[in-house]
């Protein structure tokens, strides 16, 4: 009668004696377990809950290549070598049968891919796990049989083989009957996962080619065609070359055949040209791949398109130095004897249009600029930087608002082209007048609140935009007296717009309604509660433009 390995729960391990020389007579049941397992045409292996190792039978060391190894089951896939279905990737050691045995899993007929320096063409074995089990049902350890059902050479890699492998003829007096069925089974498996491996390399995102040994194009999966534009049929028996871009010189492709000359593997960053013409970058790397005895047979070449990565990286650069200028310009501050100055600007993508200063004059008066640059962005960015270094220019040169205006227009007006446009409020402010001067191109109105949160004057678009037209004039309005207690508001449309998700308006009111309830904080308060305020209004709805405002009150 079949029996099964028995456990000694008195010591709490398996309990399989050593096999000697006597014979079977006199001998207990575990030896004579012993003895047959270490004459079986499968491998053995037997460990404890812990992974030690109580049995390893010859044959299991015969088919690995290596006896018993006291790693516990962490090491087990790492020490014998062990791989998936790629014959590439370490198979990892918490699925092996062994260990899923010991877990009280069954685990029967796993395929793995053995290789290490006793085995290094490699094998296929045929492994299962069992769970091993005390009288009282207690997991107590497991067992693995191991079967090598390599198959011959090449056939993973050619499935004309597999198909063409004739089916097993039976003899009725054959000692073998029965495993015929179990051979079959795993010619169905190896060539399912070939079948699998071949429809990966086929759909794969990535452009694969494989050429032979003089680098002639044997094979291009669809992606290569859908990256390059050429089609298979206009790629087979040509070279790479065909994807040269001129972009690298003779000294890049010396270093890249070295490497391949040498057996060695080349990765790095290449500049290819599609069938269209157009350039495109692309990480690729490209393999020798190497017969049993050494020689190189063929390259395969796996090129992932990085152009759209590269321009996003291009992107992102040009966004940070587009932050790095507007959040240089986001710090100006002013001082004013008998003013109380702030502003604050918060974009609503990483860069905006909105941008504000405060330039000194030689008289002791302050010029005030809240601005609009059309659109948003790198572009954006560096139009402001432009506007403002030029108006900072020119304020030097020009003795008035309408001159220094006149001349930033004009200036506009032949660098955008008539693509972009700026709205902008110049104000000055005359301390020993107690007075404000301004002139606004197209830009929001501000308003000057009095003491008493009434609007005492409403600062109104006066002309068009700046950069449309080359030859308008600027004219400033009748200055403007200021009081102690006045209140100068300049806002841009990302706070008046501000919608909550009725599509209600945050409006003009309720930026003044917000300054008429806080009149006595800080300017500097203001101008941060009045993006607060803003952004509670619209609740979940996302900051669709720039909030920009700049606050000066009369003290």
Not at 191 to 217: F, H, K, N
């Amino acid at each position: 009668m079949r029996r099964s390995p028995t456990c000694d729960t008195s010591q709490g391990g398996i309990h399989v004696a050593a096999y000697s020389s006597r014979g079977l007579a006199g001998l207990g049941d575990s030896d004579i377990l012993t003895a047959v397992c270490r004459n079986l045409a499968v491998g053995v292996i037997v460990c404890d809950t812990e992974g030690r190792f109580v049995f390893f039978s010859p044959e299991a060391e015969r088919i690995l290549g290596v006896g018993a190894v006291h790693t516990g089951s962490a090491g087990w896939s790492a020490a014998y070598g062990c791989y998936g279905p790629d014959m590439a990737t370490p198979y990892p050691a918490e699925e092996l049968p062994l260990a899923r045995a010991m877990r009280g899993e069954e685990a029967p007929h796993e395929l793995i891919f053995i290789r290490n320096p006793q085995r290094p063409a490699g094998l296929w074995i045929d492994a299962s796990g069992t769970p091993l089990r005390d009288s009282t049902g207690a997991l107590c350890g497991a067992v693995v049989l191991l079967s090598d059902v390599s198959l011959p050479e090449n056939v993973l890699r050619n499935q004309a083989a597999v198909e063409a492998f004739p089916a097993p003829v039976r003899d009725p007096g054959d000692p073998f009957e029965g495993r015929h069925d179990l051979v079959s089974e795993r010619f169905v498996r190896l060539r399912t996962m070939y079948e699998q491996l071949a429809r990966a390399v086929d759909q794969t995102g990535d452009s694969i080619l494989i050429t032979d040994s003089r680098g002639i194009i044997e094979y291009v999966n669809p992606a290569f065609e859908k990256i390059t534009g050429y089609s298979a049929a206009e790629a087979l028996g040509r070279k790479p070359s065909m994807l040269k871009s001129g972009q690298h010189d003779a000294a890049f492709y010396r270093d890249l055949w070295g490497k391949l000359a040498s057996g060695d593997p080349f990765q790095g960053t290449i500049v290819n040209r599609k069938k269209s013409g157009e350039l495109f970058w692309s990480e690729q790397t490209i393999t020798p791949i190497k017969d049993q005895a050494g020689a190189t047979t063929h390259f395969v070449s796996v090129l992932k398109d990085m152009t759209a990565r590269r321009k996003q990286q291009e992107h992102e650069f040009h966004m940070a130095l587009a932050r790095e200028v507007q959040q240089r310009y986001y710090q100006a501050t002013a001082s004013l004897a008998g003013f109380d100055i702030a502003a604050a600007a918060y974009p609503a993508n990483e860069t905006g249009g909105d941008y504000f200063d405060f330039i000194p004059q030689p008289d002791g008066s302050l010029y005030i600029v809240s601005a609009d640059i059309a659109g948003h962005g790198f572009g954006s960015a560096f139009v402001m930087a432009e506007v403002r270094a030029s108006l900072r220019a020119y304020a030097t040169m020009e003795p008035d608002i309408a001159s220094l205006l006149n001349r930033l227009n004009r200036s506009l007006a032949a660098t955008l082209g008539g693509n972009q446009f700026v709205t902008m409020f110049l104000g000055r402010i005359d301390p020993r007048e107690r007075s404000l001067e301004y002139a606004s191109a197209g830009h929001e109105s501000g308003y000057v609140l009095r003491h008493s949160g009434d609007i005492g004057v409403v600062l109104s678009s006066t002309a068009p935009p700046l950069g449309i037209f080359p030859d308008q004039q600027y004219d400033p309005g009748p200055a403007v007296p200021l009081e102690r207690g006045d209140t100068i508001v300049l806002l841009t449309d990302g706070i008046t717009e501000s919608m909550d998700a009725d599509d209600a308006m945050f409006g003009t009111e309720g930026a003044l309604d917000f300054i008429r309830c806080q009149r006595h904080a800080a300017a500097g308060e203001l101008v941060q509660g009045l993006y607060r305020a803003a952004r509670a209004f619209a609740g979940c709805a996302p900051q669709m433009d720039d909030i920009m405002s700049v606050i000066c009150k009369v003290e």
